[in-house]
């Protein structure tokens, strides 16, 4: 079945590091990957997302590449800040032709933690 | 602040006891979805109703259950609670059924602790 593996927290960075956090995933259909944050005592807020094979999704200065041929959706920051410490999430949801499920597959998350 | 509201915030009772979970989804979306975040089985999709119909089953135990009403809102009910079931449990909604255009809002969720 569909599943998504994320590289093993906690990361701790200096501010203005540059970050990555891998995640692959497996996937039957055409999935949509996504990346979620969650900060302390909150739910889990989308951070960008992408739909088909080589589209980049960013927002606030985060990158992922969706790429088919590895699997891989890792999430990237060039300069990372104190208020970005939260846990983040990769997800997939199951996608097809047609497709009207629309749960989302997690990995496990990966605490980030940014030092001043 | 993501539309979706949960309540209650916190949720502390025994062994065997029953609760319910509120959820009210954004306005509009017609789906909702139920997970179940523990720190040894990461976040875990319980159940998805759209407009009022179950759509989608997870790992959700049989003690468990949950519907959708007329008004959207969705209740998940959680029957002769054990300690392993102490986790947050959240609340997500979409405009429709979900999949690549339409990602999930969630709510803050509900902290349960069985003791």
């Known amino acids: 079945g569909d599943s998504v593996t994320q590289m093993e927290g906690p990361v701790t960075l200096s501010e203005e590091a540059f970050l990555t956090i891998n995640c692959t995933y497996t996937a039957t259909g055409y999935p949509s990957l996504f990346w979620y944050v969650q900060y302390p005592g909150e739910g889990l807020q989308l951070l960008l997302k992408a739909t088909k094979a080589d589209d980049k999704g960013s927002n606030k200065g985060f990158e992922a590449t969706y790429r088919k041929e590895t699997t891989s959706f890792h999430l990237e920051k060039g300069s990372v800040q104190v208020s970005d410490s939260a846990v983040y999430f990769c997800a997939l949801s199951e996608g097809g032709r047609g497709s009207t499920l629309g749960r989302l597959y997690f990995g496990r998350g990966t605490q980030l933690t940014v030092w001043p | 602040d993501s539309g979706v509201t949960q309540t209650p915030k916190h949720l502390i009772t025994a062994t065997g006891q029953r609760v319910t979970l509120r959820c009210s989804p954004r306005s509009g979306d017609l789906s909702v979805y139920w997970y179940q975040q523990s720190l040894d089985q990461g976040l875990q999709f319980l159940i998805q109703?759209?407009?009022?119909?179950?759509?989608a089953k997870g790992n959700i135990l049989e003690r468990f259950s949950a519907q959708q009403f007329p008004d959207l809102h969705s209740e998940l009910n959680l029957s002769s609670l054990e300690l392993g079931d102490s986790a947050l449990y959240f609340c997500a909604s979409s405009p429709r059924t979900g999949g690549r255009n339409s990602p999930l809002h969630f709510g803050n969720g509900t902290r349960l602790t069985v003791t």
């Open positions: 109703y759209y407009n009022g119909e179950e759509r």
